[in-house]
């Protein structure tokens, strides 16, 4: 099936720099998001299964698309102990107990 799809530049830029990544073409890369993203399709639509095969699909777009780089993962890192922190701030000032001890 040949599709035509209309996306901003900014957009084709991203996935025809993703695409360069891989070392594989653009409409290879896209049959590839869609085949990570869609279910399976030998799962019946709107069992609980579906839904946790399109839970296991996001998350495994979640680790693709980590970081490598040893600096964005120092900054990721960084970034998840701030997001933890002000989790906590806001439960203490709830009068709860903070999540992250």
């Known amino acids: ?10 957009t084709e830029a991203r996935l025809t720099a993703a695409a360069r990544q891989r070392g594989i073409d ?7 998001l869609a085949v990570d993203y869609l279910p399976p399709a030998n799962i019946p639509q709107g069992s609980a299964d579906e839904e ?15 970081p ?3 600096e964005e993962q120092r900054q990721a ?5 701030e997001f ?18």
Do not use: C, W, Y
């Not at 099936?1 to 900014?10: A, E, F, G, K, R």
């Not at 946790?52 to 980590?66: H, K």
């Open 1 to 10: 099936m040949n599709l035509h799809l209309d996306v901003s530049p900014q």
């Open 26 to 32: 653009v409409a290879s890369l896209i049959e590839k």
């Open 52 to 66: 946790s095969a399109a839970v296991i699909a996001m998350l495994e777009g979640f680790l693709t698309e980590s």
């Open 68 to 70: 490598t780089d040893p």
């Open 77 to 81: 890192e960084i970034e998840f102990e």
């Open 84 to 101: 933890k922190q002000n989790l906590n701030a806001n439960r203490v000032e709830a009068g709860e107990r903070p999540l992250f001890p």
